[in-house]
């Protein structure tokens, strides 16, 4: 695994695209690394490793644009396997919806798209709507999708404000059943910041997506 980790690593950092998809479909076809595994131990390190090296100014804008690009790629390259997974390691199909999006002004969306894998893993129709999602739009999303789950993502501590203004006027006007999960860096430093915004449960990896089905929505904060 850990052979297998620094080549990944090493053809991101070299921006070198083809042999990071190709190499990393051949290493999950083979069974070396798994879905859960590749987002959690190796491209969520990898994607914060470049955000603290760009602050340090090792590297270059341009580099982590590219760097982030190709991570972005490799996720998309993956989802016939997030769906073999599903179907023959994790066996899980109950159907709930979830929605998953950044507020407005958040553009950090790697995260929650790997998060909506999480989701159809764990046999949830999870569809991930993107990054900078006014209110309005997360209304008429949910109005038009009826999901049972809306999870938002929030990476920057001062987008909590446009992701708490979200889910108030979410509640004042969805009148259906529907639970909000929220999960990103900016909780970090603050767990119990999902109560302060309105927010039902705070989830930050797969393992506490994958309980939340049999859990009662307490505080089981990720």
């Known amino acids: 695994m850990n052979a297998v980790k620094d080549q990944i690593v090493k053809y991101i950092n070299n921006e070198d695209k083809e042999n990071a998809v190709k190499y990393i479909l051949e290493n999950l076809t083979k ?18 490793d470049i955000a603290h090296y760009k602050k340090a100014q090792n590297i270059h804008i341009w580099q982590e644009h590219i760097r982030t690009s190709i991570v972005r790629t490799v996720i998309e390259c993956c989802y016939p396997h997030v769906i073999k997974e599903r179907d023959e390691k994790y ?7 979830v929605l998953v999006m950044c507020p407005q002004e ?36 949910a109005l038009a999708y009826e999901p049972d789950y809306i999870a938002i993502s929030v990476s920057n501590y001062f987008h909590l404000v446009a992701a708490e203004r979200a889910i108030k006027n979410l509640r004042s006007t969805y009148k259906k059943s529907i639970k909000i999960i929220v999960g990103g860096y900016a909780f970090n430093r603050n767990p119990q910041a999902y109560k302060d915004i309105g927010a039902d449960l705070l989830l930050q990896d797969f393992d506490s997506i994958r309980q939340l089905e049999g859990s009662t929505l307490n505080e089981t904060g990720i």
């Open 106 to 141: 958040e553009y950090h969306e790697i995260g929650p798209r790997m998060v909506t894998d999480f989701f159809n893993l764990c046999g949830y129709q999870a569809t991930f709507v993107g990054g900078n999602t006014p209110k309005e739009e997360i209304l008429k999303i």
């Open 91 to 97: 066996k899980l199909h109950h159907g709930k919806k």
């Open 31 to 48: 069974g070396n690394i798994d879905i859960v595994s590749l987002y959690e131990d190796i491209l969520a390190p990898t994607l914060n």
